[in-house]
């Protein structure tokens, strides 16, 4: 379990639990992440992700259950081992009151490997001067001067939560470019979350989903999209109501057409829905975000009649 | 580390020096209440109260405000992270931290007040004289400013989670407050209870940073010291309502009796009820008339009493007097005494009288063996080191081994009122006048040797002397009663209260010897022992269990024991004194206490089993919310971080949630429910 | 650079098969000849920001349809034109894509005939521009 090792997955959690009050925020949270994978940690806000990480950063105490990170106990972090991971956390925090080159002063002093041309290339591509105080930078700047904070040190393990928030849309492609060029390396690990799944698409390995503190999917983005499908099924009068099925997440009817949101359709699921005898079965792949969000939505239907049926379910 | 040290000074200098300006700002405003022109106690100067006060309220704000400062924009959401995300142990990202808020702390406070003391310092500035020693209790209040540093730094990084944590905020404020009235007006004690207190709340505030706020993570050193800081924060707050209970009651009305002598030359035993003279009888126990006059002034009747200064503490040197507080001018000076226009000190270093003018506040007169002389002039002999200054009514006696000076201010002249015959050495010696409010105000001195009892009027003229009486037990004289027409004098011997005990005391008579200087006549009468004096209880005596008194006692007990071992005397006088306040007490309430000890132990049990945690360890908490009493309960309801607890839902029993096996039935915790919409091909189910 | 590849996240598409279909359509458009080499994968990941591993997704689904070659060490090629699929193969994909095709034109009220124009006169056009050694100017 201890020693700095490079084998062995990079984040290894097992039953991570997380109690504030009375509220499970992280329940039972089993989770492997190998080497030189790209991660996309998803969720809603609160669904557990932002108290996950802070957990595995030993930041939070875990109520139960274990994390280890590198091979090491997520509740005994070292010197060493900080040094190995890069976390930008939300918000990108900077002190104020420093220039940019002062931050990187500061900063370069308490690690022992330190990139200056890392530190200066990601500088120079956000557009930063050295003398700029970095209170008075804008938000992308300041993610870029965080960025280059936490890229210099090279670490093996980079932990990013939401570094694309409040981000404009040319900083969070430079933000990209930047975890790219992470990974040139093998072995370097990025474990990121956020709610731009366009972004997620371009880079992410694996993606998991978190609900209310319960992993709800851990695969890759073509699985996800594979497996949540879209059947739209057109009817010669108004539709019937949606039939009970285990995976159904969304259902949507207008006057002639109902479409159901489907979580690893089954034949049976096919067959339940031929059942409904439908003049046709449309299967439709659905984009990342459109999946998503009827993965984590309200489950219920959505009904845009021109008069009211009630809601269901 | 010093990357961490330097961005701290840097980020914080500002409001140092915007806190600098502040205190300087409220130690200038008290600063000039002592120089207003009507106040009297200005030649107090950086010990008046009014001054005082900023420093002992305002140095603990400064400290607090640094303290809150440098840790609660840091514990914002995840700006913590990028402060402790490091290589570097927390370790010394905390100590870095607090070393930069003591190098800012300690000259923002310091500057200007030491500005004050060079101030006061400066010949002009104050009708009195001036000893550098005397900005130590300004010294003391800004330490205990960091005190209340660390305990800020503590309170802020406290994990915010529930309404008790603001509660705990308050707790350590008073913990800190605890230590710092704990440390009194002994210098000693003060000294002890900063050394003590100030590594405890270092230690906790450490631990607290170290564990990100939470209390599981801490090392076991810091826990015991937070437990620390918060027994002495409910214990203060335990005090403070039971004296603020007690401050809604009038006054304890005392009642008791007293041996007096009226101006006839009656020894009268006087009973006091409710604070009032409820009635008079005499030595052999029959009632004495007492009319409505006299009840109402009671203090036109009586000769006196004169307080006989003894002087068997530690000789030749000023007694060191560990219990008496440091904080009044009168340690370092003596009273003052007024005369027309000027104002008069004894100076003990130096060992002058001085007499300054109270409008140019300029040293005008030295007063020495010859008598005083202008300052201007060389400097007379001085009186050397006194065995004690008896100061009343503008006529002081100076006291030695083998002299004793009088001083008469208006006529500046100093007499020798005495020398010693071969083998005489001085036990006790007081000015013997009339109560204030009679109508004579002539006044003699009494001596009280080892050979003699010797009368004589201020400017050593004798009125008597008679042999030292003998008694088959240690006696000392205390009070002396004067009737002047007469010359008649009486004192008052009382049994050595430091060689018997309370019990002992109460059947050992006491003595008044008369003495009647004319008719060269001296009668001895015994007089039976007075009852204590003792305060009727009001309701708030109900209250008396919030006080827990047993581990003050205890610990006033083995400092004196200490201090004995070590051979400081003022480190054993100063606990001793404390003990002996607290000896007759502690015989009224052990009981209460200890039952107080046992309710609280079997309420923190009671808590413990309920909650789930008990276990071996439990035992020794328990014998300590035994010892800390109410006290030690409210700490330990703070100080634990109690588990969640819940139901099984595998078999209804109560369980911890941050335990993987339940108690009952062994299972583990369900995974959360499955509803068929997973997609966890890469794992994420437990195997 | 001639191939022009651009993606479009967040589409009913994914990227490797946005990529594929980029190369495809620069193949049938004469814009590559077979032999010339394809950008490597960090390349291409760096230029069009995606995770290097949806490119190489993207060229090995391609390699297995026979349009590019791997050659160890030294990357992608367009290959020689050639089929890598059986007849039967053929006729399944092209059934599927006629069952695409007439379920998109479904309820434009077309009659077969009116389809079949322009559906011939397109199939002509690409006819032509994949024979080799026609390329295009632009």
Known sequence: MSGKGNEGPAIAIRGLTKYYGGQKVVDQLHLEIPRGCIFGFLGRNGAGKTTTIRMLMGIVEPTRGTAEVLGHDCTRWTPELRERVGYLAEGHHVYGWMSVAECGRFQAGFYRRWNWDIFHAVIGHFNLKEKQRAGGLSRGQRAGLCLALTLAPEPELLVLDDPALGLDPVARRSLLEAMLYVTRQDDRTILFSSHLLSDVER??????????????????????????????????????????????????????????????????????????????????????????????????????????????? | MSGIFWKEVRENFLWAVLGMIGFGIALAYGWSTVFAPNNWQSYQSILSPSFLMVTTFGAPILGMALGFLQIMPERLRDRWAFLIHRPVTPNRIFWGKAAAGLTLYFPAALIPFLLAGWHASMPGAIAAPFDWAMIRPGLADIFCGALFYFGALLTALRETKWFGSKAFGLLAALGCSAVVSGAGNSLLQTREALLVGLPILMVAAWGAFCANGEFNPQPRLAKAALALVLFFGAAELFGLVSTLAEMTVQRPPWNGQQYQVDLQGRILRMQY???????????????????????????????????????????????????????????????????????????????????????????????????????????????????????????????????????????????????????????????????????????????????????????????????????????????????????????????????????????????????????????????????????????????????????????????????????????????????????????????????????????????????????????????????????????????????????????????????????????????????????LTFGGENV | MPLHLAITPGGDTPIYRQIADGVRRAILAGKVAPGDPLPSVRALAEELVVNPNTVMRAFADLAREGLVDAQAGRGFFIAERRQPYSRAERERRLRAAVETFVNAIAFLDFKPAEVLSPLRERLEEAEAQQTPGKKDAS
């Open chain 1, 203 to 313: 880079v992410a390995d694996r993606i998991a989903v978190m609900d209310r503190g319960v992993l709800r999917a851990y695969c890759t983005i073509d699985d996800f999209r594979a497996r949540v499908r879209q059947f739209i099924l057109r009817f010669k009068e108004r539709p019937p109501a949606p039939p009970e099925l285990p995976g159904l997440v969304h259902s949507f009817r207008t006057d002639r057409e109902m479409a159901l949101t489907i979580v690893n359709a089954s034949d049976a699921d096919r067959a339940v829905m031929s059942g409904l005898r439908p003049e046709a079965i449309e299967e439709v792949d659905l984009g990342l975000e459109e999946a998503f969000v009827s993965y984590v939505g309200e489950r219920g239907e959505k009904s845009f009649f021109l008069h009211d049926l009630g809601g269901k379910k």
């Open chain 2, 273 to 679: 009820k409710y604070g009032q003279l409820n009635s008079v009888s005499d030595v052999q126990g029959n009632p004495v008339p007492v009319s409505a006059e006299m009840k109402e002034r009671t203090e036109k009747w009586l000769a006196g009493p004169g307080l006989l200064q003894s002087l068997r503490d530690s000789f030749p040197e000023m007694p060191k007097k560990g219990h008496e507080s440091y904080r009044i001018f009168e340690n370092y000076f003596s009273d003052p005494g007024y005369t027309d226009g000027m104002l008069w000190f004894y100076a003990p270093k130096q060992g002058f009288s001085l007499g300054y003018h109270r409008q140019n506040r300029t040293l005008e007169w030295i007063g020495g063996v010859e008598g005083f002389v202008h300052s201007e002039r060389p400097k007379p002999q001085p009186f050397g080191p006194l065995g004690s200054v008896v100061s009343q009514n503008n006529n002081p006696l100076l006291l030695k081994k083998d002299t004793v000076y009088s001083l008469d201010w208006v006529e500046l002249q100093a007499y020798r009122l005495w020398t010693p015959q071969a083998g005489e050495t001085l036990l006790a010696a007081g000015v013997a006048l009339p109560s204030w409010e009679s109508d004579f105000n002539e006044m003699a001195c009494v001596l009280q040797t080892n050979q003699h009892i010797l009368g004589m009027t201020m400017k050593g003229d004798p009125l008597f002397e008679v042999a030292a009486p003998s008694f088959e037990k240690t006696y000392l004289s205390q009070y002396c009663f004067f009737i002047p027409k007469d010359n008649r004098f009486f004192i008052e011997y009382r049994p050595d209260g430091r060689k018997y005990s309370d019990d002992e005391r109460k059947k050992m008579p006491f003595y008044m010897q008369e003495i009647d200087a004319k008719n060269s006549t001296v009668t001895m009468t015994e007089m039976p022992p007075l009852p204590e004096w003792h305060a009727s209880r009001p309701w708030t005596k109900c209250l008396d269990f919030l006080n827990y008194r047993v581990w003050n006692d205890a610990n006033s007990v083995l400092s004196a024991w200490i201090g004995k071992a070590i051979g400081s005397e003022e480190m054993e006088d100063s606990f001793r004194w404390n003990r002996d306040h607290f000896h007759g007490y502690l015989r009224h309430n052990l009981i209460p206490d200890i039952i107080t000890g046992l309710l609280a132990a079997a309420i923190a049990a009671g808590l413990l089993w309920r909650r789930l945690v008990w276990e071996r360890g439990c035992w020794g908490l328990l014998a300590l919310v035994f010892l800390g009493g109410l006290a030690g309960l409210v700490a330990l309801w703070f100080w634990f971080d109690w588990p969640r607890v819940e139901a099984c839902p595998a078999c209804g029993k109560r369980r911890r949630t941050d335990l993987e096996a339940c108690p009952g039935c062994g299972a583990g915790w369900p995974e959360p429910v499955r509803d068929g919409t997973e997609i």
